[in-house]
């Protein structure tokens, strides 16, 4: 299974590769355009409360701050 579920295991190593670079410069193009003019960030939900931590490595935007915060498993961490 591709890391990415929405990108094909058919082609070549070099197509899966180019799929994948593609979709990585989508993602970054997206948080730039968010760093520039301080909307939520599309890739990543956003909450008007923090959901119950407990799952590392989930992210999730707080819609007040616009600031992230990255599940360590036992809170939310904010980032800085």
């Known amino acids: 299974m591709p890391a990415d579920p929405r990108l094909s295991s058919a082609g ?7 799929q994948r670079l593609a979709t ?3 993602q970054l193009r997206g948080f ?3 760093l ?6 599309p890739s990543f939900p956003v909450y008007d409360t923090p959901p119950a931590a407990g ?3 989930r992210v999730f935007v707080l819609r007040s701050t616009g600031k992230l915060y990255v ?9 800085t």
Not at 12 to 18: D, K, N, P, T
Request: aromatic letters at 10%; zero cysteines; proline letters at 3%.
């Open 32 to 34: 730039t355009s968010w």
């Open 55 to 57: 799952r590392v490595g």
């Open 24 to 26: 990585i410069e989508r």
């Open 71 to 79: 599940d360590d498993g036992v809170v939310w961490q904010p980032q």
């Open 36 to 41: 520039g003019n301080g909307t939520a960030i």
């Open 12 to 18: 070549s190593f070099e197509e899966r590769v180019a």
